[in-house]
């Protein structure tokens, strides 16, 4: 079964202490991963596809990373403004399969 | 007025009560989806409409109706719900490009704010 674990489920974090959010899955052949973000009272925001192992994406603060069972996404001297939920999703390697979505990780840097 | 736009953004309803969530993206996407979001859950997938055609169906209860008049437009019919709909649902849109020769979805979806719907 195509499965998305996300950990931690929350995370805490100082202004400028860098860490990384995990997402672990298993899936029938990768379409492509992704990693969205979603601030409270609004729907989630897209900010990476990952499609290949080795893959890096980078935007601001942002980096995302996959292998072939897991993706990071590393935050550098983040800042409050990047409190939030984080989303990993997968697609699968068929025709017509939408994305499978993990709980999430909900962010907090505090200054 | 750009990207996805849903209304209401708030909704309480009783269990006997008949109401609409309408959905509208101004991006030129052809395909549109319905998600559930529940509180300590993963995004689940509802309804997907792909050139105003619905391609997949999540086993979701009949008390859920949707209905896709053109690619811009999308509504979420609810009769007869139970308590436990209570959620955010969300609206998102997507372009559907070929995968491999056949027609796929891409997983870059562009989301509304959602409904949040209480069912008392």
């Known amino acids: 079964e195509d499965q998305v674990t996300q950990s931690p489920e929350a995370l805490r974090l100082q202004e400028g202490e860098s860490s990384s959010l995990n997402c672990s899955y298993t899936?029938?052949?990768?379409?492509?991963l992704f990693w969205y973000r979603q601030d409270p009272g609004k729907g989630p925001e897209f900010l990476f596809t990952?499609?290949?192992a080795g893959e890096e994406k980078e935007k601001e603060r942002l980096k995302a990373t996959l292998t072939k069972k897991e993706s990071f996404l590393h935050i550098t001297a983040p800042k409050p403004e990047d409190s939030a939920t984080y989303l990993c999703?997968?697609?699968?390697?068929?025709?017509?399969?939408?994305?499978?979505f993990g709980k999430g990780t909900t962010l907090s840097v505090s200054s | 007025e750009t990207g996805v736009t849903q209304t209401p953004r708030h909704l309480v309803m009783g269990m006997t009560n008949k109401k609409s969530l309408k959905c509208e993206q101004h991006?030129?996407?052809?395909?549109m989806y319905w998600y559930k979001q529940s509180a300590k859950k993963p995004l689940e997938l509802m309804f997907v409409?792909?050139?105003?055609?619905?391609?997949e169906n999540n086993s979701v209860p009949s008390r859920f109706s949707p209905e896709c008049p053109n690619s811009s437009h999308l509504f979420l019919h609810l009769h007869t719900l139970q308590p436990e709909d209570s959620a955010l649902y969300l609206c998102?849109?997507?372009?559907?490009?070929?995968?491999?020769?056949?027609?796929?979805?891409?997983?870059?979806?562009?989301f509304g704010s959602g409904t949040q719907l209480s069912v008392l």
């Open positions: 998102a849109s997507s372009q559907d490009r070929m995968w491999r020769g056949e027609v796929g979805l891409l997983g870059k979806l562009f």
């Open positions: 899936v029938s052949g990768l379409r492509g």
């Open positions: 990952l499609y290949s």
């Open positions: 999703a997968v697609q699968a390697n068929q025709a017509g399969t939408a994305l499978i």
């Open positions: 991006l030129g996407h052809n395909a």
């Open positions: 409409y792909s050139l105003e055609e619905r391609v």
